[in-house]
């Protein structure tokens, strides 16, 4: 079982749709959790960071972390065709010098 | 630099040919790190480097991979007598904090590497 999994997708949504991606883990000793976004033939960009549990938001993004579950969330609102691209989970516990991805998930938003 | 910056973009290489990746990390960034992503795959973490001190390769899959940061600034990595299991993209990230927790990493757009 790998540490980190979630869905591959694809996820095709229409302009304006709430999208919600997901990850779970298995590792409890996780504490930092990152959505990084990664447009094609180009490296993942950080997208949003969470430190432990509760919820972030930054603009049309909404990040969630339930650590009693292992389950971390991304909300995309009122998406735009600009959103289309690779959504990778990853995290990492204390003292570790490693990010450990999900696979992502590839979103695309049709106009 | 305004970014992580890596090459060559692409690589080509026969099967058992040495091929040698280059990364120029953001000016003034400690730590840098090296990250494989097959396709279809979400990167995996293969070593890291705090200035010029390797503290961290247990990624690396076996000892044909080497990689170093003479300086503390430039690093490459290394891949002897490349075999087709290796064709992947090679991620550089780079970060102005020390140590690996949480930190806010700046990938740079990779290599592709292809072994025929």
């Known amino acids: 079982q790998k540490e980190v999994e979630q869905d591959p997708g694809p996820l095709s949504v229409p302009e304006g749709a709430i999208v919600s991606l997901n990850c779970t883990y298995s590792n409890s000793a996780f504490q930092y959790f990152m959505w990084y976004r990664q447009y094609s033939r180009k490296g993942p960009e950080l997208l949003m960071y969470?430190?432990?549990?509760g919820n972030k938001e930054d603009g049309r993004f909404t990040a969630q972390v339930d650590k009693s579950s292992k389950y971390i969330s991304l909300f995309i609102r009122d998406s735009q065709p600009s959103d289309s691209a690779t959504y990778l989970c990853a995290m990492s516990d204390t003292g570790a010098n490693n990010l450990f991805f999900g696979t992502g998930t590839r979103l695309t938003v049709i106009p | 630099g305004a970014g992580v910056s890596q090459s060559p973009r692409y690589k080509v290489a026969k099967r058992g040919q040495d091929v040698a990746l280059r990364c120029d990390p953001i000016?003034?960034?400690?730590?840098l790190f090296w990250y494989q992503q097959a396709l279809g795959q979400g990167p995996e973490f293969l070593t890291y480097f705090q200035n010029e001190a390797q503290l961290d390769k247990s990624g690396l899959p076996s000892d044909r991979f080497f990689a170093e940061r003479p300086e503390g600034s430039v690093s490459t990595l290394k891949i002897q007598r490349t075999q087709q299991e290796d064709s992947a993209v090679y991620l550089c990230a780079s970060s102005q904090a020390l140590g690996g927790a949480g930190e806010k990493l700046f990938f740079g757009s990779g290599t592709q590497l292809s072994v025929l």
């Open positions: 969470t430190y432990s549990s």
């Open positions: 000016s003034g960034h400690v730590s």
